[in-house]
């Protein structure tokens, strides 16, 4: 929840800024998943409202433009088909409130409420899912906590409802997964919109409740539980040493995925999917799946205490502990409920020598244990921790202490002793998030009974000897969290066969001969050692002091290097985000969190364009030179300002910098094709446009080998440097797929290939200082800024156009390249200004007097008679789009008679040609229509014919003797009396009220009223409209009236015509109305009685033209706070005015 709310709050700055945001949201659970409290989640159409809330309102940069925003859906997301719909189903609620009467202009108070409608929505679909289209086969939607399948959805069907759905209101896009990361420049720093690398739940985390499996940490933050986690000072964007904890904005478990077992030097494991980042000393971050034996692994050397561990044991054992005394009186005794450091050296010397059978638990202590008083001290704490306990001596010499309790055997159990045999045992569970003294006191323990210390000439060392390496292992992660840097060893390999020995009964037994290990603590961390655990074994705690007193340590090595590598499997996956460093610590390693550097998330995208009809020189070609020397000065600019702009979050400053990714692009290439006579939607005319978009991407890639060699590559580079070299010599080769026609000048096209060839050589030798080179954007606001025709890469909308401003206003936009497209053409100057008069008067060259019919198609738009086919664009798209570091921002305008089918085929179509992402408008799909090819109004000029007058309404007067009915009405403390005269057929004709208090302004408005009320009655208006409107509104003074059928009035309006209506109007009327006259209250209760025990009810539909009003009160009690008239929520009812409930169960 915390990283949701922090979404919309840093999505807020970005919009301030003048920035825009696109967000892949199917990491977020669907309302088809459970919580862990119970329950289902909201799911990601839910929060998208209120994301879309805090875009609507935030103008972006503080301007009238409001803010840019993308949000993005997985194919596979469970709630996928509600994403796809939700514009839509806003679309039709649109037009259903425009029909109504209601204003739909852009920017009105009425068009605020409807929702979604401040981003644009894509869904992400992979080669898999498109295979699958083209198959017919049925597609899985998972979970995204467990990987499991949800649900399944034929794949056709899908697309098909993105399809419809983009037909009715232009949205869903597609954004093709599998294609944007073929072209991905680093990959290895993570994949865009990528499964977030992830540790399985196994796996524990250093945080200051201790080392929490990660599976139950998700468990406890999804509880609401905030535990701190430590981070390393080494990952810090100014590196320093040690550690400190932080709270993480969240924890997540991201599903199944493939794992990975990692075997380090050491002998320490780690097991974590192959993407996830480790921190090493020589290469920073470096996949688990690229880790060489070259790479350091940095191993945590801080302290990462379980400060805020709880004392309190994680088992509570009822019954009490029996024992006997030496006397054999029976001692009974309440077990231990807070953690000791007693308790923990016992639980330590229980693992280290000692057992637990279904019978006993008991404890072993040698010679030099008996004679230093250690095996008397355990003693000691025992009697006091669980009564009485047997002392035996032993013919081998030792002392065994021994208790016979079952509650003792159950005490222990629950804090995670087994029964296992050596070669199984493993730490107990509970020593993990015990107290810092307590784990300190139970290695003390442990080392004291199987741990020695050795004090060579050359070698000199602390020693834990086990046949189980398991719990070594156990042992270098709680050691790890003092800061000390175990290293497991074999010291002994297993012998063949089994081994005979004999039993002191003189049986002869055997058993397996095992390989023993050694975890040992050697340098510098013996200091720590001696200082923060020691050994409980008073001889051995004097040798480690001697050998601490009589020699200097050399420090002992930082980091770990790389074994092995194996593939391990699939399991649920767990991760976190760290707000400080990005970091955080597991099993004694640390590594990167979750998202940090990908390039779609916290990165950013510094954008400029350039002009491309500013280029063509007053011949009409192409200026190749210049157009090259400015690609050349605005990426240099645009790589400066990376270091002195600033940027909405900390997090997008950071990456910004880091991988200094760039967008250069250009504007009014429609017009630049128009110029030169070649129609967008034509071989020649892509071929010029890849020319021209190859020859931009190339030249900035080779100023960026150039800063490189300079300023050196951006950071991460080298981790990615195949990678990114083989994207380049991609889009080098794309460069001889160009169709060489005549429409390419040579020179362009001998621009682009060099251009390319620079690219590569100079970035093989100094790599590139930008990720990112170029990006088509829209240029919606620049293009007008730049004086442009057209926008982006995208043909001209229409030859004469008009665009909506927000904030009202439109401004008439008229193509100034028409003539320059017939100077290109041949035409004569004086016959270039008749068709330019006959354009800005009809908006076509069609019929224009002197233009060829072949060349219409210079002149082709994105809308009107003559409107570009929509396969024109995605050709456009895919011509291009190999010579486009990003993507290409660019609508496919589509004809209003274009069909859903038409629509899904083209969605196929684009993915075939490469597009990375398309998003297409059908004309006239959107209530609001910001551009259009009219002014507003236009389309109903002609249409208007008068209308003949109507009749006029008569008035109906009242005799001037009437029968009148009268009421005496009190209304809290106000009196008055309601007189009410009828026509002949005893409805009401007119009414007036005289309040007690003459001469109030009250009553002079009420009199005022009630004559408009009369007039209305008599000129027609029927007495049930009053009715409606007056009833229930609520204004002092109110309160409680005489009247017994209506108990509380809110005002005395309210009071007047609810008794109007009570007095007048029908029982169906009265019902239809909310007035619970005793004739109502009977009729529901009927009807309540004769449905009871249905399990259907059938409603006949109103008949054609039948009109009711809408009644919210129909079967309501009135509030016993306020007095107020509840509505029915459930089975339960809501008081509107205070918000009382009844309560639901």
């Known amino acids: 929840m915390e990283s949701i709310l922090d979404w919309i709050r840093r999505e807020g700055i970005i919009f301030r800024g ?149 037909w009715q209101c232009a949205d869903p896009g597609v954004q093709y997964d599998t294609t944007i990361n073929a072209w991905h420049t680093v990959p290895n720093t993570s994949r865009i919109n990528a499964s977030n690398p992830c540790f399985p739940g196994e796996a524990r985390v250093h945080t200051t409740l201790g080392l929490i499996r990660f599976e139950e940490l998700y468990e406890r933050a999804q509880a609401g539980e905030e535990v701190r986690v430590y981070t390393h000072r080494a990952t810090a964007e100014k590196p320093g040493e040690g550690v400190v904890a932080t709270l993480p904005l969240a924890v997540m478990r991201n599903g199944v995925k493939p794992i990975v077992r990692l075997r380090f030097a050491n002998g320490q494991e780690l097991r974590c999917t192959p993407n996830h980042r480790l921190w090493t000393l020589n290469h920073g971050y470096v996949p688990a799946e690229e880790l060489t034996g070259d790479d350091l692994v940095l191993l945590n050397d801080s302290p990462t205490p379980a400060e805020e561990a709880s004392w309190e044991l994680p088992v509570k054992v009822e019954t009490l502990a029996r024992s006997f005394n030496r006397g054999g009186s029976v001692i009974e005794r309440e077990l231990p409920s807070r953690w000791s450091e007693g308790l923990g050296e016992l639980l330590g010397h229980l693992v280290g020598d000692g057992w637990l059978t279904d019978v006993q638990t008991g404890w072993v202590y040698g010679g030099d244990d008996i004679d230093d008083g250690l095996a008397g001290s355990h003693e000691g704490i025992l009697r006091e921790l669980i009564g009485a306990v047997s002392r035996q001596e032993m013919d081998n010499g030792t002392v065994q202490l021994r208790a016979g309790s079952e509650a003792v055997r159950d005490f222990f159990r629950g804090l995670g002793i087994t029964s296992a045999r050596a070669h199984d045992k493993r730490l107990p569970s509970s020593v993990f998030t015990a107290p810092p003294d307590v784990q300190g006191a139970f290695l003390r323990g442990l080392f004291g009974a199987d741990g020695c210390v050795y004090n060579g000439d050359t070698t000199r060392y602390v020693a834990l000897g086990s046949v189980s390496k398991s719990l070594l292992k156990d042992v270098q992660r709680l050691l790890n969290t003092f800061g000390i840097r175990g290293r497991i060893y074999r010291s002994r390999k297993a012998q063949e066969g089994s081994l005979p020995y004999m039993r002191t009964d003189h049986t002869v037994a055997s058993y397996v001969s095992r390989d023993l290990f050694d975890l040992r603590i050697m340098g510098s961390d013996l200091d720590r050692f001696g200082t923060a655990i020691g050994f409980s074994a008073p001889r051995k705690q004097a040798t480690l002091g001697a050998l601490l007193d009589a020699r200097e340590r050399y420090a002992t090595k930082a980091g770990t290097t790389l074994v092995s590598r194996e593939n391990d499997g699939q399991e649920v996956v767990y991760n976190l985000t760290e707000p400080l460093h990005h970091s955080y610590i597991v099993d004694g390693i640390v590594c990167a969190n979750c998202s940090e550097y990908m390039s779609i998330d916290d990165s950013a995208c510094n954008l400029s364009s350039l002009n491309l009809l500013k280029f063509r020189r007053e011949d009409g070609e192409f200026d190749v030179e210049a157009f090259a020397h400015a690609v050349d000065v605005m990426f240099l600019a645009q790589e400066i300002c990376v270091g002195y702009s600033s940027y909405p979050t900390p997090e997008i400053d950071k990456n910004a910098k880091a991988y200094r990714q760039l967008g250069l692009g250009y504007a009014n290439l429609g017009a630049l094709l128009m110029a030169r006579g070649l129609p967008y939607d034509s071989d020649e005319g892509r071929a010029y446009a890849a020319a021209i978009t190859a020859l931009m991407t190339g030249r900035a890639y080779r100023k960026s080998a150039e800063v490189a060699q300079r300023m050196g590559p951006f950071a991460g580079y080298q981790k990615n440097a195949a990678a990114m070299i083989g994207v380049i010599a991609k889009h080098r080769a794309s460069v001889g797929n160009i169709q060489h026609t005549n429409s390419v000048p040579e020179d362009l096209l001998t621009g682009a290939r060099q251009a390319w060839d620079d690219a590569l050589n100079l970035g093989e030798l100094h790599g590139y200082r930008n990720a990112q080179a170029t990006v088509l954007a829209p240029t919606g606001t620049i293009s007008f800024m730049m004086d442009c025709d057209t926008t982006g890469v995208e043909p001209d909308f229409s030859l004469v156009k008009s665009k909506k401003l927000v904030g009202g206003g439109e401004i008439t936009i008229v193509n100034r390249t028409v003539p320059m497209a017939l100077d290109k053409l041949g035409y004569a100057p004086s016959e270039v200004e008749e068709m330019v008069a006959f354009v800005d008067e009809r908006n076509t060259v069609v019929g224009a007097p002197y233009v060829k019919t072949e060349h219409y198609p210079v002149f082709d738009c994105a809308i009107g008679d003559r409107a570009i086919h929509y396969v024109g664009h995605v050709k456009m798209m895919g011509a291009v789009q190999p010579f486009i570091s990003g993507a290409i921002s660019k609508t496919v305008n589509l004809p209003e008679t274009v069909s859903v089918d038409e629509v899904s085929q083209l969605l196929i179509e684009a993915w075939q040609l490469g597009v990375k992402a398309i998003a297409i408008y059908r004309d006239n799909c959107k209530v609001a229509q910001p551009l259009s090819g009219q002014k507003d109004g236009e389309a109903a000029v002609g249409l208007l014919t008068p209308i003949a007058p109507g009749p006029q309404p008569q008035r109906r007067r009242l005799p001037d003797d009437r029968v009148e009915v009268g009421r005496k009405f009190k209304v809290g403390e106000y009196e008055g009396y309601i007189h009410v005269g009828l026509f002949d057929d005893g409805t009401p004709g007119d009414i007036f009220v005289d309040i007690a208090k003459e001469g109030t302004t009250l009553a002079g408005l009420m009199n005022s009223f009630m004559i408009s009320v009369s007039l209305g009655l008599q000129y027609g208006v029927p007495l049930e409209v009053y009715v409606s409107k007056f009833s229930h509104m609520r204004f002092e003074p109110s309160g409680l009236t005489n009247d017994a059928d209506i108990r509380v009035a809110k005002s005395i309006v309210d009071y007047i015509f609810r008794w109007m209506g009570k007095k007048f109007l029908s029982t169906d009327q009265q019902e239809e109305a909310g007035i619970l006259s005793p004739e109502v209250k009977a009729r529901l209760a009927r009807a309540y009685n004769a449905i009871e025990g249905k399990d259907t009810v059938e409603y006949d539909a109103p008949s054609p033209g039948q009109t009711a009003l809408f009644n919210a009160w129909e079967d309501a009690v009135e509030c016993a706070r306020c007095g107020g008239r509840m509505v029915r929520t459930g089975s339960c009812y809501t008081c509107r005015d205070c918000g009382t409930n009844t309560g639901c169960s």
Not at 34 to 40: D, P
Not at 102 to 113: E, G, K, R, V
Not at 161 to 166: F, K, L
């Open 18 to 166: 003048g920035s825009g945001s696109g967000l892949n949201l199917s990491k977020l659970r669907s309302s088809k998943e459970q919580l862990a409290k119970g329950g289902y989640a909201s799911g990601p159409v839910s929060f998208m409202r209120g994301a879309d809330a805090s875009a609507g309102t935030i103008k972006s940069g503080g301007k009238t433009r409001r803010a840019a925003k993308m949000v993005v859906l997985d194919v596979d997301h469970p709630d996928i088909e509600e994403f796809i719909w939700c514009k839509a189903k806003e679309e039709r609620k649109a037009r259903v409130l425009e029909q109504a009467g209601y204003d739909m202009t852009l920017d009105s108070p009425d068009w605020a409420s409807i929702q979604y409608q401040n981003a644009n929505n894509s869904v992400r679909v992979t080669d898999s899912f498109m295979e699958a289209v083209l198959e017919g086969k049925e597609w899985n939607l998972t979970a995204r906590t467990d990987g499991t399948v949800v649900e399944t959805a034929d794949a056709r069907r899908l697309l098909h409802d993105i399809a419809e759905a983009a």
